[in-house]
């Protein structure tokens, strides 16, 4: 039946049965199932010799043959086809989507369809308008697939982008963006950025626009731009920068406004790849934005043509970053951006999603400087997140409900986005609702993230009022995008009032974690990027939290109760169970079982969906692992009854090396963190798991399961009984001594060897150091080994660890290089002065006494040298500390 309906559709021969065909061919298991077997090769070898060509042939002869008329339509500020191309470009899309589906095995018809028509270009330009869409086509859908024939196509989209022929400048300017798009740039380098700069002032807007759209590309693929930027803005301040979009009677050249807008984008972006590089540019550019800034235009297109110019102003300022030089002209935007919030919001100066960000990227640059405007910018972010959201409902039909849902875009009578659905009791029901306050909630509360983010703890003040109005968006059932950005500007409000020490974050804490964990538990898998954004937002509120306890006060944690806890992790732990279902299915995909793969770029696709499921599953684990840490002993049973059975199976190994890391870690956890009991329960089956962690052998060669399973046992080393090691010691000794002496190079992975020096250390020399008594381990030789090593500034926590044990080695007489004890101390002190907290207060003045004891004991002239060869900072730090302990400095050089 399936082979029957391709062979129609391939006789029928029209753009509609194409369609029709492409939508068969896209049900999941055709390609997987069908196409590998016998009669599924030669349907597959139809598609692949008639379907492709029929698609190639339709783009040909579905272009607008009037080429004066397509030129001087002006160009749009939005991406906009021709209504004459319609039919060509919806030719691109069917051709694209059978390449995918039929992937490597397109390439023996599809390479010769287009050398056949850049041969037959020379007489009928569209041919070669036609070879290059595909080209362009083919690196979007398959990029792997394509990658040998990508120079073919540099070369084409070059050469052609010399001719005269507008329509093919066009084109070939598509394909240089798609190349710089796939990450081709260094393939092609100068010689795009020539071409685009080159047409960038052609008098057809549509190729100058496309022209400084590549310009973007370029500096967004991350090219060498700063060698070419000074030529760049020459021609872009000379060409399109210099055209009057709007003159004195407000009368709109378009062509030159989409233009103009489009080239100011372009500097922008120059500004952000070049960061510092600009700076020499700084004075010559700036003066001319803002003064567009400034023209006063009653029109839309004035505002546009503003927006852009602004933006353009505060990504300069934030790329180069000298806010002293960026002073003036940011106090003048400033007040714009005021005047402008302040205005009816159906005359705005300037779009608000424009005034908004650019308020952002000054706050940014300003810091807390940026204080004085929050009174007057809070109360219209505020006014924005809690507007209320039109929403009407009419009768609809069973057309409507299946229209909704292919997904078909759908409008009311007043143009608000509508859907119909089932409603029990009404039955067809269109919902109409007003999207534009949708995006004026999102916009409002992207900045308000971006303002917390930006000013800290001076931003905690406004904590009880911004998180109250947020809170009320997590569960917002019209917008994931709300959700997400409501969440995560929660979490930098959060973040501010811990760092403020604001009392409410007690109060605040249960609450919103809570709450964010159950629309996490809601939110589908189908919008992977606001899924990632809320469970993000849920472990970065947690981290704040953590960041501040310490031993002495744990008030932040004050309402946050067992049951808080355990209901949180209830809900993880199922989310988690989910993800890593997900990610067994792809695995399986992956390896064939469920059908046979159509080439690379699908296992890239499908590789690309396990990164996706990795980035939601590790602030999932972090979640766990801080609520672990929140209630450490009272954390054990919730462990027993929802953590290890869900990732004790993956402590032995699996092909999915992110659910072993993730199972590891927090066992890890569970036995430093959950007290003695947690210790002897879980630390022998810890045990069974690092020692397959530790082996790039059985650990798929993941170094973060290496690192955890290294840190795995320390941990055991310090709370668990002696011999929990004790019938793999030389395994693990001969494994961990051999990396902990690799040296901290900046090419090396460093935390890997520092886990491996703590681990060594806790295992022979400090602490219980179950491994101590051995006699075939030379003593001398590992403790000489740890203190090259030290300090410690990876995990702060095992630095302290190791640095009071480094104390206790030197007190007790083992630790005697005087030049290797004066340099620790000496560095651990500086690291402290700049904020890394690298040792107790217990530690720091055991470092003092061994100063004070030294400088009673070695002898001056080695004291000196010793002291002599510290940075300049590490000697006042050493004498500093000195003189808190003692009358008399230490030696001065």
Request: net charge negative; aromatic share 6%.
């Amino acid at each position: 039946v399936f082979a029957s309906l391709v062979q129609f559709c391939i006789k029928n021969n029209t753009l509609l049965s194409l369609e029709l065909l492409v939508s068969l061919c896209s049900v999941p298991d055709v390609p997987h199932k069908i196409f590998p077997t016998s009669d599924g090769m030669q349907i597959r070898s139809l598609l692949c010799q008639h379907a492709l060509s029929q698609c190639a042939d339709f783009m040909v002869n579905n272009l607008d043959e009037d080429v004066i008329e397509w030129a001087q339509e002006p160009a749009t500020l939005f991406e906009d086809v021709a209504e004459d191309d319609d039919d060509f470009c919806y030719a691109t899309t069917l051709f694209g989507r059978l390449v995918m589906i039929l992937g490597n095995g397109s390439l023996p018809v599809l390479l010769p369809l287009v050398e056949n028509f850049m041969a037959a270009g020379k007489n009928d330009w569209r041919q070669f308008c036609a070879a290059l869409t595909m080209m362009q086509t083919c690196l979007y859908v398959g990029p792997i697939m394509f990658a040998p024939h990508v120079n073919v196509a540099l070369e084409a989209a070059l050469e052609l982008s010399k001719t005269d022929h507008v329509r093919l400048q066009h084109q070939s300017l598509l394909l240089l963006g798609a190349l710089c798009e796939s990450g081709n740039v260094e393939v092609g380098g100068r010689r795009i950025l020539e071409a685009a700069a080159r047409l960038v002032s052609s008098p057809c807007s549509k190729v100058s626009t496309t022209g400084s759209a590549v310009v973007i590309s370029f500096c967004r693929s991350e090219g060498p731009v700063e060698p070419f930027c000074r030529e760049v803005l020459q021609i872009l301040v000379a060409g399109p920068l210099s055209q009057q979009a709007i003159n004195e009677k407000n009368k709109v050249d378009y062509g030159a406004l989409a233009s103009k807008v489009k080239a100011i984008g372009a500097v922008a972006c120059l500004a952000d790849a070049c960061a510092e590089g600009f700076l020499p540019f700084y004075d010559a550019i700036m003066p001319g934005l803002l003064t567009t800034v400034q023209t006063h235009s009653s029109s839309d297109e004035g505002a546009q043509l503003r927006g852009a110019a602004m933006e353009a102003m505060t990504i300069i300022g934030q790329a180069i970053g000298q806010i002293d030089l960026f002073a003036r002209e940011a106090e003048m935007l400033m007040q714009i951006a005021l005047t402008t919030l302040k205005s009816p919001a159906d005359n705005l100066m300037i779009p608000l999603d424009q005034v908004l960000s650019a308020c952002a990227r000054i706050a940014t640059v300003m810091g807390e400087k940026f204080t004085p405007f929050l009174p007057e910018i809070l109360p219209f972010l505020l006014d924005r997140i809690n507007l209320v959201v039109d929403i009407s409902y009419e009768e609809s039909n069973e057309a409507g409900l299946q229209s909704s849902r292919r997904g078909d875009a759908e409008m009311d009578n007043d143009g608000n986005n509508a859907m119909t659905i089932l409603i029990p009791g009404k039955g067809f029901t269109k919902v109409s609702i007003d999207m534009s306050k949708i995006e004026e909630k999102s916009q409002a509360c992207r900045a308000t993230y971006e303002l917390a983010v930006a000013l800290g703890s001076s931003f905690a003040p406004y904590t009880e009022v911004v998180t109250s109005a947020l809170t009320q968006l997590i569960s917002y059932s019209y917008s994931p995008d709300v959700r997400s950005t409501s969440c995560q500007a929660l979490a930098a409000v959060f973040d501010s009032a811990c760092k403020a020490r604001v009392q409410q974050v007690a109060q605040i804490l249960p609450a919103l974690s809570s709450a964010i964990c159950k629309q996490i538990a809601q939110e589908g898998a189908d919008d992977m990027e606001a899924l990632y954004a809320i469970c993000e937002a849920l472990s970065d509120i947690l981290c704040s939290a953590y960041e501040q306890l310490s031993s002495e006060d744990r008030s932040v944690l004050s309402d946050f109760k067992s049951e808080n806890g355990t209901a949180i992790v209830k809900l993880l732990m199922g989310l988690i169970s989910r993800c890593l279902e997900r990610r067994r299915i792809v695995f399986e995909t992956l390896e064939g079982v469920h059908g046979a793969l159509a080439g690379e770029d699908e296992q890239n696709e499908l590789k690309q969906q396990l990164e996706m499921e990795e980035e939601v599953l590790n602030p999932l684990i972090n979640s766990v692992g801080y609520v672990l840490k929140f209630m450490k002993q009272d954390f054990l049973p919730v462990f027993e009854m929802y953590v290890a059975p869900i990732l004790g199976t993956f402590l032995k190994g699996s092909s999915d090396t992110r659910a072993q890391f993730a199972a590891v870690a927090l066992f890890d956890d569970c036995v430093e963190h959950c007290g003695e009991t947690a210790a002897q329960r879980f630390g022998s089956v810890l045990a069974e798991g690092v020692l397959v962690g530790i082996n790039p052998a059985t650990n798929g060669g993941d170094d973060d399961v290496q690192k955890a399973s290294i840190y795995g046992i320390a941990q055991i080393s310090r709370y668990c009984s002696a011999n929990t090691l004790a019938d793999c010691a030389q395994i693990i000794l001969h494994n961990l001594i051999s990396l902990s002496k690799v040296p901290k190079h900046e090419d090396e992975d460093i935390h890997l060897i520092e886990n491996a020096v703590s681990a060594v250390a806790s295992l022979v020399l400090i602490g219980p150091a179950p491994f101590g008594h051995m006699k075939f381990l030379n003593r001398d030789d590992l403790i000489a080994t740890f203190l090259k090593q030290l300090p410690l500034r990876e995990d702060e926590d095992e630095a302290k660890i190791c640095h009071a044990g480094f104390c206790d080695l030197v007190i007790q007489g083992e630790a005697k290089d005087v030049s290797e004890i004066m340099r620790i101390i000496g560095e651990i002190l500086v690291h402290i002065e700049n904020g890394e907290d690298l040792a107790t207060a217990e530690t720091q003045l055991q470092m003092t006494k061994i100063l004070f004891e030294m400088q009673q004991k070695v002898p001056s002239n080695t004291l000196q040298e010793t002291f002599g060869s510290l940075s300049e900072e590490a000697q006042n730090l050493v004498n500093i500390n000195l003189q808190r302990y003692a009358p008399n400095p230490v030696v001065t050089p």
